[in-house]
């Protein structure tokens, strides 16, 4: 049964960076693809990015292109998400998610495509 344990959320002032961390546990072998959503008090479940394990392929959504990058270190079997400048509206529970079975690069927002799913964590952006 594969776990994912993310770490990295905390406080930070508007203009700040912080590093989240997602390590699979058990099957990390094959073709899957790692995502990164978000959800603020009272909004739904939002897409931040996603990355492919074996290409390194990565998406992101528009509201954090040129601030966030996804990457991810085989020898660590880490996928990290960089968040630098960021903005108050970016405060939320983040979630790493893994899909087993993508399909096309399409679908990778889609939180309804990923099996296995991180216990969250925060973080909180001060103005």
């Known amino acids: 049964q594969v776990q994912l344990v993310e770490s990295g959320g905390g406080l930070v002032q508007a203009g700040g960076s912080l590093r989240l961390s997602c390590v699979p546990s058990?099957?990390?072998?094959?073709?899957?693809?790692m995502g990164w959503f978000r959800q603020a008090p009272g909004k739904e479940r939002e897409f931040v990015g996603a990355?492919?394990?074996?290409?390194?392929?990565?998406d992101y959504a528009d509201s954090v292109k040129g601030r966030f990058t996804i990457s991810r270190d085989n020898a660590k079997n880490t996928v990290y998400l960089q968040m630098n400048n960021l903005k108050p509206e970016d405060t939320a529970v983040y979630f790493c998610a893994a899909d087993f079975n993508p399909g096309i690069a399409a679908l990778r927002a889609r939180w309804s495509e990923y099996d296995v799913w991180g216990q969250g964590t925060q973080v909180t952006v001060s103005s």
């Open positions: 990355i492919t394990w074996a290409g390194g392929i990565t």
């Open positions: 058990g099957r990390t072998v094959g073709r899957y693809v």
